[in-house]
């Protein structure tokens, strides 16, 4: 048979288009990572995640440019003569994966937009972005913009964009050397000349890296020698305790351990994460600045920059380590500090939030440096940067949940409902769907797919807390499965093999500032629930900046077995509604005892110092709701307990 040019060339082209795109490996001199980060576009998000991107979608992020002065038409980055820093890369980075996730054909063509700009205009000395912007650091968030562009389209352009723009700033480095938040922020470049390095082999790109970490700043010697041990005092505050900058810091050391190969680098990579642990985690799951290093009192808050950062470091992390850990840490940001700045409808976000957040008002309170609107729920509360900048939370992270295994497998990373379409085994195609209402529920069931019978491993995450974790294969108990680490099944897949994990979420308490409790469910934490009284403190149509007052009592010690929690809670599931960040829409809640403390109050509008705990109180034993951090806009998650 004889088949017509045109019809055959159209075959071939819905061939090419249903083919996955390829995974690309590291190149030498790099050695191997653990995991490869699939093209964008290989995960979709499906169940309450795509709900989630679709809440997202409908909300700031996929009208943000049509009202907001420093996104709209006059952006330097579509060739305007307004905002020509960074918060156009900023918006892309969220609206290009936002997009192509959820195959919205208006967000697509919106994100279109802005990328051709950079692509068509490129100068002849090969700088591109805004002729006004004299800044390396914008341009850095640009180029993460065109590889994530580049895998989820396949644009040719791309990449000679890329390899001039690259050769152009490698003559002009010495001239024109890192300056100001570039010399803090040359990592997440690094990241793009090792993407560029993966594809081209072109070794310039390594004297390239060389430069960029010779003029950047040393944050591997900042915290093999740390100095920062509590709040930042002032006189103290400086670029290097900036948190947004320590959150983009963290996958420093692993990615310089790519060009190093200094197999100390490696190890700092997570030492770096300990030392920030120790000195500034909050029990959310994210280290406390607001806007720089600000310890471990539960009224401290975390600008939300922090978080999507410290998650895009994570996932890098991750790929690169192979710490299973890691994943359990990237769920936990997440599930938590990701929804519990935003509003449910994701119209509005916080630029600090607190753990301990009893009180959302324009008022002064003890932030190491921010200003009195930072934890309003608004369009752009202290500062517009989080407004052009949270975009890339929820997409990267469902574009993380699966990645590839260095043995031409699949690996699941994180765990929400998503389906993965991906090239294994040497040249097999094979879909995973993976359904589950987790993390708000305990099992998920993967049915793998593949076009043909085919060998090849899956890795499963088993989160550290998984301590009676069960992974079962057709049915059939798979023997051997350890929290903490990755399990891995391999063997022919056959069409329709079926894998079941579940996760038995046993309540856990942990231990915070001033020996306070929190209550951690899988990779959830549980935060009191606190009647909210919305109110309108300015409009800002179609956004608006919003208070939040309690309509009940916060001031609670809880009355727990510390050593056996479990006997001192109730779990009461919930549906998973169309809204499960809101306090209304909790799919889960804990039923726990407790008692107020009457001379825990407010101070300077927060939450008050903590009490040291055990704690005593008269008052009547009352019962108390606990629901999810992210559902709990108003909230208590590290409580005193008392004494018994
Ligand atoms: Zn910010």
Redesign the pocket.
């Known amino acids: 048979m004889r088949i017509p040019g045109a019809l055959l060339t159209l075959m071939l082209c819905s061939m090419a288009l249903a083919a996955p795109a390829p995974v690309v490996r590291n190149r030498a001199p790099f050695p191997p990572n653990a995991f490869y980060m699939l093209p964008l576009g290989a995960v979709k998000p499906e169940g309450w995640l795509k709900r989630q991107l679709q809440i997202q979608a409908a909300g700031l992020s996929g009208h943000i440019d049509e009202f907001w002065p420093s996104l709209t038409p006059d952006s330097g980055w579509l060739g305007g003569t307004g905002e020509s820093w960074e918060r156009g890369p900023y918006y892309m980075d969220g609206l290009v994966p936002l997009a192509f996730l959820l195959d919205d054909a208006r967000l697509k063509a919106k994100a279109g937009k802005w990328v051709r700009w950079t692509l068509e205009n490129q100068r002849a000395d090969g700088a591109i972005g805004p002729e006004k912007n004299k800044d390396w650091w914008p341009i850095m968030v640009m180029l993460k913009v065109l590889t994530e562009y580049q895998e989820a389209t396949g644009d040719a352009r791309v990449v000679p964009l890329m390899e001039k723009y690259f050769a152009h700033q490698l003559a002009s480095l010495e001239k024109q050397p890192l300056d100001k938040w570039a010399i803090y922020r040359w990592p997440d470049e690094a990241l793009s000349v090792a993407w560029l390095y993966n594809r081209t082999g072109d070794r310039r790109l390594l004297d390239l890296a060389r430069l960029l970490s010779k003029q950047g700043y040393n944050w591997r010697a900042q915290f093999e020698d740390f100095q920062f041990r509590g709040k930042a005092q002032k006189g103290e505050t400086a670029l290097k305790t900036h948190v947004?900058n320590n959150a983009m810091a963290l996958k420093t050391s692993a990615i310089w351990w790519l060009f190093s190969r200094d197999a100390a680098d490696r190890r700092a990579a997570l030492g770096q994460l300990e030392v920030m642990d120790r000195f500034h985690l909050l029990p959310n799951g994210v280290h406390a600045g607001d806007?720089h290093y600000a310890g471990r009192s539960p009224s401290q808050g975390t600008?939300?920059?922090?978080v999507v950062e410290g998650m895009f470091s994570v996932e890098h992390m991750i790929a690169i380590l192979g710490d299973a850990a890691l994943g359990d840490r990237l769920e936990k940001m997440a599930f938590n500090p990701l929804p519990g700045a935003c509003s449910g409808d994701m119209w509005s976000h916080q630029?600090d939030q607190q753990p301990n957040q009893v009180l959302c008002t324009l008022a002064k309170r003890d932030w190491t440096t921010n200003g009195d609107e930072s934890n309003l729920f608004g369009l752009e509360p202290n500062?517009g940067?989080?407004t052009a900048?949270f975009h890339q939370g929820w997409p990267k992270f469902a574009a993380s949940l699966w990645m590839a295994t260095a043995g031409d497998g699949l690996a699941a990373m994180a765990y929400a409902p998503s389906r993965v379409a991906a090239r294994v085994a040497g040249g097999v195609d094979v879909e995973l769907v993976e359904q589950t209402e987790y993390p708000f529920r305990d099992n998920i069931g993967i049915t793998v797919n593949p076009s043909a019978t085919a060998k090849f491993p899956i890795d499963l995450r088993v989160p550290g807390w998984a301590t009676e974790a069960r992974i079962a294969l057709n049915g059939k108990a798979v023997a051997g499965v350890r929290a903490g680490t990755f399990h891995r099944i391999e063997r022919r897949w056959m069409k329709g093999d079926r894998i079941e994990l579940v996760f038995p979420m046993k309540v856990r308490v942990s231990r915070w500032h001033q020996d306070s409790a929190a209550i951690d469910r899988g990779p959830l934490v549980y935060s009191l629930r606190i009647g909210e009284d919305w109110r309108k403190l300015r409009d800002k149509a179609p956004a608006a900046d919003w208070e939040i007052y309690p309509s009940t009592p916060w001031n609670y010690a809880l009355d727990i077995d510390m050593a056996n929690p479990e006997a001192s809670v109730e779990v009461v599931e919930k549906p998973v509604g169309d809204t499960p960040f809101s306090s209304q829409g909790a799919p889960v809640e804990l039923r726990v005892k407790g008692r107020r403390l009457e001379k825990w109050t407010l101070v300077n509008n927060s939450a008050g110092p903590l009490p040291p705990s055990p704690v005593a109180s008269p008052a009547p034993l009352e019962t108390l709701t606990l629901i999810p951090y992210g559902s709990a806009k108003l909230r208590v998650t590290a409580f005193p307990w008392l004494a018994r």
């Open positions: 947004v806007e600008e939300l920059c922090a630029y500062y940067c989080c900048n």
